[in-house]
């Protein structure tokens, strides 16, 4: 019987004891907690971090207590979203490594404590960090390793017309056909933004209207002709690249397209500076084209343009009497 007494006894000092401490615990966890929340409002997220998970680290060994079960839920849901804000901080300070890595653990605690929403933004924000990286790369003159950043995006969203475009330009600096080709996915790509879209196909048009002027000196009118028409196939709009397809066609003798051309550009703009020009060439594709009707209007426009005078006159004189 005084064995069991004194067990008794002891027990009962144990529990007080043990009450106590859990007391103790509890309020320190607590401090822990407001201090890491105050943290958390002040933008110290390291700070906050790391007196939060202290509290929570506390609380998981009080048991039996409801305040310290309702305290530990809010640790648990609060520690995601701190590391979330630490990552977006290093993203705006461009400590990009750094924020993949933190993004890496909240991901992993949002899942352990089956938070959604930080989920949710972890994964729209890790494309994010990929594209500002390799933007910074290219900027510092990396384009290859921007490049390779842009792509680590792609793989977390396939379908991003936007990424797709930043490589495109990206490759422009060192090789033009894989911009094309980029450029070329972007317009076949089924819910590829209209803006996107639009953008590939004015920038594949200047590197055709590009290589299409780049060959004109030299009178290398089937290169001339190859990329002018590619240009205007891309950009219906660059009435350069109609331009240079009028003369190339011309001097190929390829009549009904230098008839397309030149009056597409006439169309667009009645009132070009190298109006006489066009019309010129738009007189001789039909004459060619045996319309005389329509090679005589054209020729009798021209007839007080001293370029053009003395020869327009004697084209009217011999077809259109």
Same mark, same amino acid.
């Given at each position: 019987m005084k064995i069991l007494k004194t067990l008794s006894i002891t027990a009962f000092f144990a529990f007080m004891s043990l009450g106590c401490l859990n007391a103790q615990d509890l309020a320190e966890a607590v401090d822990l907690y407001n201090s890491g929340i105050k943290a958390f409002q002040d933008s110290q997220f390291a700070q906050a971090i790391n007196d939060v998970?202290?509290?929570?680290?506390?609380?998981?060994?009080?048991?039996?207590d409801e305040q310290a079960a309702s305290l530990k839920t809010n640790?648990?849901?609060?520690? @995601?979203?701190?590391?979330l804000s630490q990552a977006k901080q290093q993203v705006n300070t461009k400590q990009f490594a750094e924020a993949l890595q933190t993004l890496d653990k909240a991901k992993e605690l949002a899942e352990k404590y089956n938070n959604d929403e930080v989920l949710i933004f972890v994964e729209d924000l890790m494309p994010q960090v990929y594209i500002a990286k390799g933007g910074a790369e290219i900027e510092a003159g990396n384009v290859e390793g921007g490049i390779a950043e842009y792509r680590k995006a792609l793989e977390l969203n396939k379908t991003n017309s936007t990424i797709y475009l930043r490589i495109g330009l990206a490759q422009r600096a060192n090789n033009e056909d894989d911009a094309v080709a980029t450029f070329d996915q972007i317009i076949a790509m089924d819910g590829a933004k209209t803006d996107d879209v639009g953008t590939a196909k004015k920038q594949a048009?200047?590197?055709?209207?590009?290589?299409?002027?780049?060959?004109? @000196?030299?009178?290398q009118w089937s290169v001339v002709y190859e990329n002018a028409k590619k240009a205007t196939g891309y950009d219906n709009a660059n009435m350069q690249a109609f331009r240079l397809l009028g003369l190339s066609t011309i001097e190929l003798k390829k009549w009904r397209e230098a008839v397309e051309a030149c009056e597409t550009?006439?169309?667009a703009d009645p009132s070009a500076k190298d109006k006489n020009t066009l019309i010129y060439r738009l007189a001789t594709a039909y004459e060619n084209l045996n319309n005389k009707s329509k090679a005589c209007s054209y020729y009798k426009q021209i007839v007080g343009d001293a370029n053009f005078k003395a020869f327009a006159e004697g084209k009217v004189r011999s077809l259109c009497q």
């Open positions: 998970e202290k509290a929570l680290q506390m609380l998981t060994s009080i048991e039996d640790c648990e849901n609060i520690i @995601p979203q701190l590391y048009a200047t590197i055709f209207l590009k290589r299409a002027a780049a060959a004109q @000196p030299a009178k550009v006439l169309n």
